[in-house]
């Protein structure tokens, strides 16, 4: 059923094909498709209730038992964006809205999205530039910017700002956030393995049983900062395929407004540590351990605690 859907003139559907999308068990109530090219697309099962994708193209993309309740896409832009490939089994977008977000030079390969869903999402003046999630797997749900059990692989977000964002389970292998901000956000049970943030902001983090391995933080800023149950393995391989680890625990402790630039942890351990207004540039803290530790209105400028 189509109530109350435009197809205006400059509308174009080469090469397109709706398998069970429109006829039958596809619905697309009150919807608006201006300047929209489907290239080779495929929207088996698919519902689109009050759904708007302005200038929208989605060359070579399926959407297979796909649903988007209430979707809209207002002044959103997908410049030069491929979805190669791509698959969105059992997805579903109620209530999401994505106004004025741009993907420009953004693909997305062989990326899959098991029974995701995008419950009140806003992503709202988001921007990926030249995104790329090769192989990259979104499974279980999005509930209001939540992503548990994800996989990013090889991903980057340069310039990315996650408000109140959850991590479940997530997994970053190889993952760059460049000058990314993290607000609000929440890593429980989260792997950065091989990840990086340069210049990145963490504004009232919450890192609850994290584990980072081989991660990087060049000049990265952590505000009002929270530690819960928090492992740093920091494993640098040798000859004969030895390891050397360094391992840091951080239970029940706390960073408010602390910075930590170019700062080291190794063999650390924080147990119900407090940082107030702490900075610590250039700070190492080699084998260091501050148990029941407090450091109100701290500064350790260029300091070292080695052993």
């Known amino acids: 059923t ?3 859907t435009t197809y205006p003139a400059d509308a174009t559907f080469p090469n397109t094909r709706f398998s069970d999308a429109t006829f039958p068990e596809a619905m697309i109530l009150e919807a608006t498709f201006p300047k929209v090219a489907y290239s080779e697309v495929t929207f088996p099962d698919a519902t689109f209730l009050e759904a708007t994708f302005p200038d929208a193209t989605f060359p070579e993309t399926t959407f297979p038992e796909a649903t988007f309740s209430e979707a809209t896409f207002p002044d959103a832009t997908f410049l030069e964006a491929t979805f190669p490939e791509t698959t969105f089994p059992d997805a579903t977008f109620p209530h999401t809205t994505f106004p004025d977000a741009t993907f420009p030079h953004t693909t997305f390969p062989d990326a899959t999205f098991l029974e995701a869903t995008f419950l009140d999402a806003t992503f709202s003046d988001a921007t990926f530039l030249e995104t790329t999630f090769p192989e990259a797997t979104f499974p279980d749900t999005f509930l209001k910017a939540t992503f548990p059990d994800a996989t990013f692989s090889d991903a980057t977000f340069p310039d990315a700002t996650f408000p109140e964002a959850t991590f479940r389970e997530a997994t970053f292998p190889y993952a760059t956030f460049r000058e990314a901000t993290f607000l609000d956000a929440t890593f429980p049970d ?37 530690f819960l149950k928090l ?10 395929l030895r390891f050397l680890t360094f391992q840091a625990t951080f239970p029940d402790a706390t960073f408010p407004d602390a910075t930590f630039p170019e700062a080291t942890f190794p063999e650390a351990t924080f147990l119900e540590a407090t940082f107030p207004d702490a900075t610590f540039p250039d700070a190492t803290f080699p084998e260091a351990t501050f148990p029941d530790a ?9 300091t070292t605690f080695p052993d």
Do not use: C, G, I, N
């Not at 091989?194 to 081989?214: G, Q, S, W």
């Not at 407090?294 to 260029?302: H, Q, R, S």
């Open 294 to 302: 407090t450091f109100p209105d701290a500064t350790f400028p260029t």
């Open 190 to 226: 989260a792997m950065f393995p091989d990840a990086t943030f340069p210049e990145a902001t963490f504004l009232e983090a919450t890192f609850l049983e994290v584990m980072f391995l081989e991660v990087m933080f060049p000049y990265a800023t952590f505000l009002k900062l929270r």
């Open 2 to 4: 189509f109530p109350t």
């Open 231 to 240: 492992r740093f393995l920091l494993k640098l391989r040798f000859l004969m």
